[in-house]
């Protein structure tokens, strides 16, 4: 099963936003797992959405199920290197 439709990419959006975003995927999506992607200074938000989506929106019907921390590397407008942290929170539906 391909979860790349499952993917919300944290940025510079309200962040109820995002947080909608993961409610809408379980709810009426009726998907199994809702994976956040973040970069940079969006990580802390990212973590922030899959805390108040899971705990406050779901009422622990959806818990954190994995945590990928990563760094990429690549040029900026400038032309320089510059290395840059990433993290990918995995919700996961419950089973009941």
Not at 1 to 10: H, K, P, R, T, V
Not at 40 to 45: D, E, Q, Y
Not at 79 to 85: H, P, T, W
Request: charged letters at 25%; hydrophobic letters at 40%; glycine letters at 6%.
């Amino acid at each position: 099963m391909d979860y790349q439709d499952n993917s919300i990419f944290i940025g510079g959006k309200p962040f109820m936003n995002y947080v909608t975003a993961v409610v809408m995927q379980f709810t009426t999506k009726n998907a199994q797992e809702v994976i956040l992607k973040a970069r940079g200074k969006f990580i802390s938000r990212a973590v922030d959405v899959s805390e108040v989506a899971a705990k406050r929106f779901l009422e622990g019907s959806a818990s954190v199920k994995d945590i990928k921390i990563n760094s990429e590397e690549f040029k900026n407008q400038e032309g320089r290197q510059v290395r840059v942290s990433t993290i990918e929170i995995t919700l996961s539906r419950k089973q009941a």
